[in-house]
């Protein structure tokens, strides 16, 4: 008998571009594209379009290996929720996958962590995966509190999971001060916070579960430090924000969790 594969070998490396409120309808379709047409042998992709673009580009990815997600949705299954869009209803124009938790949702439009536990149960329910993303400020990781912050997220948006559910979750963490700022955790600060999180998922649930939860990292990612990021072994892919929105800087990051 060979070898037992490492932990590594469990996870697919996962790549995903948040656009925030970006692209207009022709440019994203573009970019999905330009995406779908880029052969990625052992590497899942994912793209989160402004929610009124996500139709189209489920339709530009459909068949492929991209799985198109939204940036958002509702708590609620339907109803009068002026503005709202609901989980069943971005199942519906084709998207796979739900982004909650980011920390512009947290800091900008100050959803509490048991917002997004509501949401993060409602996508699931709809039978939706979810990314969910996590992070620490910088007055927080200069006070010590990174690992604290980090478990009560997770902790509080995991909250009436199931076992069996995980198996539909991903997680990123993101530390909120290398979010569009340039400025990126070292691959030891980000694998220390990777091998936390792997470790307090164990503690929710088991061992076996926390081996297979893929950890994204989050946080100005670009071709030049994709590859030492993704290198270390708690680091399972990478959310990028900034970088995904141009084929030349998203396609190398890719490459590069191959
Ligand atoms: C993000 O918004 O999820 C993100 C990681 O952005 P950026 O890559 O631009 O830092």
Request: proline fraction near 5%; hydrophobic fraction near 45%.
């Amino acid at each position: 008998m060979g070898p037992l594969p490492g932990p590594r070998s469990l996870r697919t490396p996962y790549v995903a571009g948040n656009w925030k409120m970006n692209l207009d309808r022709r440019s994203a379709v573009e970019l999905a594209e330009a995406v779908r047409g880029h052969a990625a042998d052992g590497v899942d992709v994912g793209l989160f379009p402004a929610m009124l673009h996500v139709d189209e580009v489920a339709r530009v990815c459909a068949g492929s290996h991209v799985r198109v997600g939204a940036q958002n949705c509702s708590d609620e299954p339907s109803g009068a929720f002026t503005g709202e869009v609901s989980a069943a209803m971005v199942k519906d124009v084709g998207a796979r996958v739900v982004l909650l938790g980011h920390s512009e949702r947290r800091h900008v439009y100050g959803e509490s962590d048991a917002f997004i536990n509501a949401k993060v149960i409602r996508a699931l329910s709809e039978g939706l995966e979810v990314m969910l993303c996590v992070g620490e400020t910088i007055e927080e990781r200069r006070d010590g509190r990174t690992e604290d912050v980090c478990r009560t997220q997770l902790v509080a948006g995991l909250e009436g999971v199931s076992r069996g559910d995980l198996e539909r979750v991903s997680v990123a963490y993101e530390p909120v001060w290398a979010i569009g700022t340039g400025e990126t955790a070292t691959p030891e600060m980000a694998g220390a916070v990777h091998a936390y999180l792997r470790g307090v998922a164990a503690g929710l649930f088991d061992e076996d579960v926390a081996q297979a939860l893929r950890i994204l990292y989050g946080g100005s990612v670009k071709p030049a430090n994709a590859a030492e990021l993704m290198a270390v072994p708690d680091i399972d892919g990478a959310l990028v924000g900034g970088a995904s929105l141009r084929p030349d800087t998203f396609l190398p990051i890719i490459v590069a969790a191959s």
